[in-house]
């Protein structure tokens, strides 16, 4: 088991009009997969203490690791650590935590990315990791979201434009911008049918976001002929 761990934040990174990203601080940190989440502790002046998970957004980096908030509605600490906690402050961090819903860069398989929302973040860290790769094997993402206003890590989704070996596509569910051909809605079955990332090319697929947006992602996958121990899933909610 992990022990908690002292970090400090250095900056946040905006994601969108209500996310963003803490960069901490973490002396010692072991490293991790991308993929990997860790468990972040608050600890009140009274001794009352609330602890939340998150995914790492970015690859190993020495001390420093990066997670991405969208605050919850009511929420007891993620509207805290995306508008309150200040910069220089210190938070107890215990990690890295899981190894099934990860990338390891000795992979040669294509990889299937499927994310709804904020499920996109450690996604973008299998995506960072792959880019800082000479070459690799080749990725697709799928990027389900409400409208543009809420796209994450748009630089690094924005730097991927030409590129034939890494690609995305957004499907967008409520609003989506000027010149969309799509029609707004969520996945179909059809979308993910990726030219290359077919089930004949036998990809590794990850598939992370909201319950019943993976359960209806995954079942499709293995409706379109993907093995189920290929089709890797991270929830929440």
């Known amino acids: 088991m992990s022990r908690w761990t002292t970090a400090r934040l250095v900056s946040r990174t905006k994601e969108s009009d209500t996310a963003r990203t803490l960069h901490l601080d973490a002396p010692g940190w072991p490293g991790h997969l991308a993929g990997q989440h860790v468990d972040l502790r608050l600890t009140a002046d009274d001794g009352y203490q609330a602890v939340r998970s998150y995914s790492l957004s970015a690859p190993a980096d020495g001390d420093r690791i990066a997670v991405s908030v969208q605050p919850a509605p009511y929420g007891e600490v993620s509207p805290y650590l995306v508008e309150d906690f200040p910069e220089g402050a210190d938070i107890e961090v215990r990690g890295p ?115 019943a947006f993976v359960e209806h992602c995954a079942n499709a996958l293995v409706a379109l002929g993907h093995r189920p121990d290929r089709v890797r899933t991270e929830r929440f909610g």
């Open 97 to 211: 935590l899981g190894g099934w819903f990860v990338w390891r860069p000795d992979r040669t398989e294509p990889v299937l990315l499927v994310a709804g929302g904020s499920g996109v973040a450690p996604l973008v860290a299998m995506l960072r990791a792959r880019l800082a790769l000479p070459e690799g094997p080749a990725f697709h993402l799928v990027y389900s979201l409400r409208g543009p206003q809420e796209r994450w890590f748009g630089d690094t989704l924005d730097s991927l434009a030409g590129r034939t070996e890494i690609a995305v596509d957004y499907a967008y569910t409520r609003e989506a911008p000027p010149g969309s051909a799509r029609p707004v809605g969520r996945i179909q079955q059809a979308e993910l049918l990726v030219d290359g990332f077919t089930p004949a090319q036998a990809p590794l697929c990850f598939v992370c976001g909201p319950t």
